[in-house]
């Protein structure tokens, strides 16, 4: 079964920066759609980023300029480089891919346990 593993969040002062990696693991065959969600302390989760397998991305308006998606289909890992942060980005950071477990079959949308971003001087 995949499961995604997410990395590199932190504490980090305004105006500073964060990459944050998520890696797909385990049995499967391939990776679709990668992206990235948030959710701050009471309020919904929201989108942030998400790319295609071909590499096409999008972001979220408040996040356009200043975060970035990327990803490396090799590694089934998608990223995200997030520059000139605030404390409204503090949340806690969930990785979200559609996963193919086998040639030919439907992508299951899996979730990352989330990884704690906080932005504060």
């Known amino acids: 079964q995949a499961q995604l593993v997410e990395s590199g969040g932190g504490l980090v002062q305004p105006g500073g920066s964060l990459v944050l990696s998520c890696r797909a693991t385990g049995d499967f065959f391939q990776t679709g759609t990668m992206g990235w969600y948030r959710q701050a302390p009471g309020k919904q989760r929201e989108f942030v980023a998400s790319?295609?397998?071909?590499?096409?991305?999008k972001h979220a308006d408040s996040v356009k300029g200043r975060f970035a998606i990327s990803r490396d289909n090799a590694k089934n890992t998608v990223f995200l480089q997030m520059n000139d942060l605030t404390p409204e980005d503090t949340a806690i950071y969930y990785c979200?891919?559609?996963?193919?477990?086998?040639?030919?079959?439907?992508?299951?949308?899996?979730w990352g346990l989330g990884t704690q971003v906080s932005v504060s001087s």
């Open positions: 979200t891919a559609d996963i193919v477990r086998q040639i030919g079959g439907t992508p299951l949308t899996t």
């Open positions: 790319m295609t397998r071909g590499e096409n991305a």
